[in-house]
Antibody, heavy 122, light 107 residues
Framework: EVQLLESGGGLVQPGGSLRLSCGVSGGTFNNYVIAWVRQAPGKGLEWVSTINTGGDSTHYADSVKGRFTISRDNSKNTLYLQMNSLRAEDTAVYYC???????????????WGQGTLVTVSS | DIQMTQSPSTLSASVGDRVTMTCRASQRISNWLAWYQQKPGKAPKLLIYEASSLESGVPSRFSGSGSGTEFTLTITSLQPDDSATYYCQQYNSYSPTFGQGTKVEIK
């Protein structure tokens, strides 16, 4: 079974940076489209970014475009999210999630990590 | 971006009840819709994909229907374990979006 495990969350000041990691085990990582989805405290789910299997195609939500960068290392079965210029509104639990069934443009998410909390506060 | 609107925001029902919730898309999304169940402190769990296909391992009391802009998730006989928040998600476009959720409470 596919398992995802996020790390790297924590407390950061506004304007600061943080890099999240997501280790994936089970199955063939190279074949997976992977995304980051976040959830602010007490709020709903918000898609953040998606990366294709080869790492050469990425998509971002408007709210993070230009500040966040998604990447992957297929040799390490690991996904990353580099977050710069962090704002209070970026405070959330960040989940990595594997894409399941796709429409061709994007997909739903059939496996999720347990999440890592990012708090942006002075 | 495509906006997803769920209703009601909260519903309260008894064990054994039939429960239905709705998700509406701001534009047509064919059947590219998923439903998730999320319990407090846990990651979401995929229940339904392509509007009406049951994900492997999900109890058959869950079912989905709809196409275009209006979709429903039905729980035919509500169980105590079904107490959770349910989210719909469209994946018709490069920017997937979620509804704001429907919280199901057990009376």
């Amino acid at each position: 079974e596919v398992q995802l495990l996020e790390s790297g969350g924590g407390l950061v000041q506004p304007g600061g940076s943080l890099r999240l990691s997501c280790g994936v085990s089970g199955g063939t990582f190279n074949n997976y489209v992977i995304a980051w989805v976040r959830q602010a405290p007490g709020k709903g789910l918000e898609w953040v970014s998606t990366i294709n299997t080869g790492g050469d195609s990425t998509h971002y939500a408007d709210s993070v475009k230009g500040r966040f960068t998604i990447s992957r290392d297929n040799s390490k079965n690991t996904l990353y999210l580099q977050m710069n210029s962090l704002r209070a509104e970026d405070t959330a639990v960040y989940y990595c999630a594997k894409e399941g069934h796709s429409s061709g443009d994007c997909g739903n998410f059939d496996y999720w990590g347990q999440g890592t909390l990012v708090t942006v506060s002075s | 971006d495509i906006q997803m609107t769920q209703s009601p925001s909260t519903l309260s029902a008894s064990v054994g009840d039939r429960v239905t919730m709705t998700c509406r898309a701001s534009q047509r999304i064919s059947n590219w819709l998923a439903w998730y169940q999320q319990k407090p402190g846990k990651a979401p769990k995929l229940l339904i994909y392509e509007a009406s296909s049951l994900e492997s391992g999900v109890p058959s009391r869950f079912s989905g229907s709809g196409s275009g802009t209006e979709f429903t998730l039905t729980i035919t006989s509500l169980q105590p374990d079904d107490s959770a928040t349910y989210y719909c998600q469209q994946y018709n476009s490069y920017s997937p979006t979620f509804g704001q959720g429907t919280k199901v409470e057990i009376k």
